[in-house]
């Protein structure tokens, strides 16, 4: 394997490995004293003061409507998809939240890609999207021994989760915004609208009694997440490019549910597994790594 590939699977996996724990991490500290406020503020006050810089050198501004178009990706990526997200693992497992999460996201990019912005579609996407919802239907049907009583309420947080996430998705590529400065506008953003509400009405559980998990999550959900798995998944597509750059996300329900069996200690039943392998699948079948070949095979192709 060529040195500067090798680099680029490593970043790669670098941001799915962050993105994966995230989900395991954020249901952890709702399973003890924080609140889904709490880690809400945690994260985007970290990454807010952390990504300061590249708003101060870049501004506000992005896509059509300049800071318009950044209050809008922040509405749809920033504080309100963290609250949402994390107030659903309230309710149910990890395995659920990053597989109906991801399953949903790729369910709404491709019906709105297709019917709104016009996108060539293949049998192997659709086939995918079915796969996704079939993933979906196994986690809503499945009865964890993990989640509450009111583990639809989870699942219902979960689908607009990854309907945000999806709106931000499709905005940001028909607007081909750069995703370092949309980082750093969502999480700016985010920061100057939610700490003002939060520090007004929230209850917070952050003292002194609790400041190494405080720490432990300023680490994690601001810098890791927050700035280094953006950084790290940005040089993958420099790399390696994106086609070949998503083909690595199907990992991501995938890892998210192996690490909460040590972590959180849930194991997930067949039903969930189905759910878990159905998702992961459908999003490798979308991504149309398939449809992809190496450099070298195309250049043989023209010359035949």
């Known amino acids: 394997m060529h040195q500067h590939t090798f680099k680029g699977i490593a970043c790669v996996m670098v941001s799915i490995f962050i993105w994966s724990g995230w989900m395991v991490v954020s249901r952890l500290a709702v399973k003890g004293a924080l ?3 709490d880690i809400t503020a945690i994260r985007f006050t970290t990454a807010g003061l952390l990504l300061l810089p590249v708003v ?3 501004g506000l501004a992005i896509g ?3 800071v318009a178009s950044g209050f809008l990706l922040s509405l749809l990526i920033g504080a309100p998809y963290t609250l949402i997200a994390t107030m659903g ?3 149910a497992p990890a395995s659920h939240a990053s597989t109906v999460i991801n399953g949903t996201l790729l369910v709404l990019t491709t019906a709105v890609g297709i019917h709104g912005l016009r996108e060539e579609t293949s049998q192997l996407r659709l086939a995918g999207v079915a796969c996704s919802v079939i993933g979906i239907i196994c986690m809503l049907v499945a009865k964890s021994a993990y989640g509450s009583a009111d583990q639809w309420v989870g699942h219902l947080l979960f689908m607009v989760s990854g309907l945000l996430w999806g709106g931000y998705t499709l905005l ?3 607007w081909r915004v750069d995703s370092r400065h949309a980082a750093a506008v969502v999480c ?3 920061m100057i609208m939610y700490m003002p509400l939060y520090l007004l009405f929230a209850k917070s559980h952050i003292g002194l009694g609790n400041w190494h998990e405080v720490a432990f999550q300023c680490v994690y959900q601001g810098l890791l997440t ?6 790290t998944f940005n040089i993958g597509i420099q790399i390696l ?3 070949r750059t998503g083909a690595f996300i199907p990992l991501v329900p995938v890892l998210s549910t192996l690490l909460a069996i040590p972590v959180l200690g849930e194991i997930p039943t067949l039903l969930e597994w189905a759910g878990v392998a159905a998702v992961s699948f459908g999003v490798f079948l979308a991504s149309g790594i398939l449809h992809w070949r190496p450099r070298f095979l195309l250049a043989r192709a023209e010359v035949n």
């Not at 927050?226 to 950084?231: C, E, R």
């Open 35 to 37: 609140t889904p406020y």
């Open 56 to 58: 101060i050198r870049k």
């Open 64 to 66: 059509p409507w300049g």
């Open 89 to 91: 693992m309230k309710f």
């Open 172 to 174: 940001a590529r028909a």
């Open 188 to 190: 700016v953003f985010a």
């Open 226 to 231: 927050g700035v280094i798995a953006f950084i």
């Open 241 to 243: 490019g994106a086609l």
